[in-house]
């Protein structure tokens, strides 16, 4: 049996890895192809190593792949318990604004030491995503609402509530947007290298993941919401309450969303000025699809995320291909990754040799 689950998990692991190499060269060949003769050494250039020419833009990747592997990971949960909540992408923006009100209503964070004002900002973030998630959850197990549809428009109505809540409350009046005022110091991230995007939140993100996986593979709750997301009817023979775990796998995806905001609203900002959906939700889902909704393999598909997101960028700054060619790349990866197909031959082939070996020298 554990041999199985080897052969499984190389498997598993070989087609991530697999279709993220293949997707990545079909995307340089598609580069070529757009830029022509002349200009597709330059193109590839920037798009393969332009996001590591400079402190900066390296910078700027990591600041990308903090959020991305807490989003990725809360959306794994929720993957996994067979629920396909996008709320996350609407935690992002209402997470924070209650520890904000708290900041710059009251004296009550002034005073204290930067590890306690984290911890309270961190845990405010995850409780308020948490509270969020569970509404469309509500709507899914107690009256049988669609909970894709509901957190859907959820996400708006939590941007809007968010800007508003901010304008009326915490706005800076000396600026032509809508924004808070700015962070004092022991409030938010330290920065490294400077003034860039890279701060001490990524420890954080790191530090959530090591949490998502022991949650997910070591604990009971992680065992019930892998096999009631697999088989529920299975699962309600075994014992398992297939009406509860389903909440549980929302409230820890609405968890980690939180956390995700508080990395990114008070890293890689020096006030809260988002005016729009973020994506980094949307993103998320990507991750969790790319990483076969296991946590173990978000770091490497929030990497990948967060670097061709960058790497568009820099492509879209030094030549004439638009940003938006990021869209088809990301398709083109997920097509290879998230394909069932993928390699699924060769892993039945390994199964079935495993198996009668085993039973071999049994018998």
Known sequence: MKKVQRIDHFYTFLRVVLGIIIAYAVCLVIICLVTGADGWRDAVYNFAIGPF???????????????????????????????????????????????????????????????????????????????????????????????????????????????????????????????????????????????????????LAVIGVIVAIVIFYRTRLGVEIRLTGSNPSFAKYAGINVKVVPFMGQLLGGLFAGLAACVEVFGAYNNYQLTALTNIGMDGLIIAVMAQKSPLYVPLTAF?????????????????????????????????????????KARQKSIIKASKESQEEVA
């Open 53 to 203: 020419t400079s402190r900066r833009r390296f910078a700027q990747v990591l600041s990308r792949w903090g959020p991305y592997m807490l989003c990725g990971c809360g959306m794994c949960f929720v993957y996994a318990s067979g629920r396909f909540s996008m709320i996350a992408e609407g935690i992002i923006n209402i997470a924070p604004v209650p520890i904000i009100l708290v900041m710059f209503n009251t004296t009550f964070m002034t005073n204290l030491p930067w590890i306690v004002n984290i911890t309270l900002i961190a845990v405010t973030c995850m409780l308020t995503g948490g509270v969020v998630s569970m509404i469309p959850a509500a709507g899914r197990e107690k009256l049988g609402a669609n909970e894709t549809v509901t957190s859907i428009v959820l996400n708006s109505v939590c941007l809007y509530i968010a800007l508003s809540l901010i304008r009326k409350y915490a706005a800076d009046r000396t600026l032509s947007f809508i924004a808070s005022k700015t962070y004092p110091d022991n409030m938010r991230f330290a920065r490294w290298w400077g003034n860039t995007n890279a701060h001490d939140g990524f420890w």
């Open 304 to 344: 990948v995320m967060a670097y061709i997101r960058t790497a568009a960028a820099v492509l879209n700054t030094n030549t004439n291909i638009p940003v938006e060619m990021v869209t088809m790349l990301q398709a083109v990866i997920i097509f290879f990754v998230a394909a069932e197909g993928f390699l699924s």
